[in-house]
């Protein structure tokens, strides 16, 4: 879809995305070392419980859901920014659903625009874990001369 034909709210959701125990407990290790997401008997010392899922593979885990609507298709020239902001943990098992609207467009020049999306990001008790605002630039038509 080219820049000038997406529209403020225009919306899409995602397919759910399961939090795999053994994959999240290997992202942590990876790439987020603290024991709340690695080390199963200090998590049960926690409110939690039990290990919570690394944010950033939670948000991960919808981002992949979210490539595979491909909602701007080949339009799409590059990310910009990704801001996330985390509202309750995620555990092993959960099944993460999201619902992507564009909530902003801006013209940059005659090729490109950037369109920023708000991720709303549910678990499978339809509480809401975490908000992602990212920005993608999108071609714009090219006029013929």
């Given at each position: 879809m080219?820049f000038?034909?997406l529209?403020?709210?225009?919306?899409?959701?995602t397919a759910?995305?399961?939090?795999?125990k053994?994959?999240m407990?290997?992202?942590?290790?990876?790439y987020?070392?603290v024991?709340i997401h690695?080390?199963?008997e200090y998590?049960?010392t926690?409110?939690f419980?039990?290990p919570?899922?690394p944010?950033?593979?939670?948000?991960?885990?919808?981002?992949?859901?979210?490539?595979?609507?491909d909602f701007f298709?080949e339009q799409?020239?590059?990310g910009k920014?990704?801001?996330v902001e985390?509202?309750?943990?995620?555990?092993?098992?959960d099944?993460?659903?999201?619902?992507?609207?564009?909530?902003?467009?801006?013209?940059?020049?005659?090729k490109?625009?950037?369109?920023?999306?708000t991720?709303?990001?549910?678990n499978?008790?339809?509480?809401?874990?975490?908000?992602a605002?990212?920005?993608a630039?999108?071609?714009?038509?090219?006029?013929q001369?």
């Amino acid at each position: 879809m080219y820049f000038e034909e997406l529209k403020t709210g225009m919306s899409v959701e995602t397919a759910p995305a399961v939090i795999d125990k053994e994959k999240m407990m290997q992202f942590g290790l990876e790439y987020d070392n603290v024991p709340i997401h690695t080390d199963e008997e200090y998590a049960k010392t926690t409110h939690f419980g039990q290990p919570i899922a690394p944010g950033f593979m939670s948000f991960l885990a919808v981002w992949a859901k979210y490539l595979e609507v491909d909602f701007f298709g080949e339009q799409v020239l590059a990310g910009k920014s990704t801001k996330v902001e985390w509202m309750k943990p995620v555990f092993a098992g959960d099944s993460l659903t999201s619902k992507v609207t564009i909530t902003n467009l801006v013209k940059r020049n005659e090729k490109n625009g950037i369109a920023e999306l708000t991720h709303e990001v549910f678990n499978q008790n339809g509480e809401h874990v975490l908000t992602a605002v990212t920005e993608a630039i999108i071609k714009c038509r090219l006029k013929q001369q």
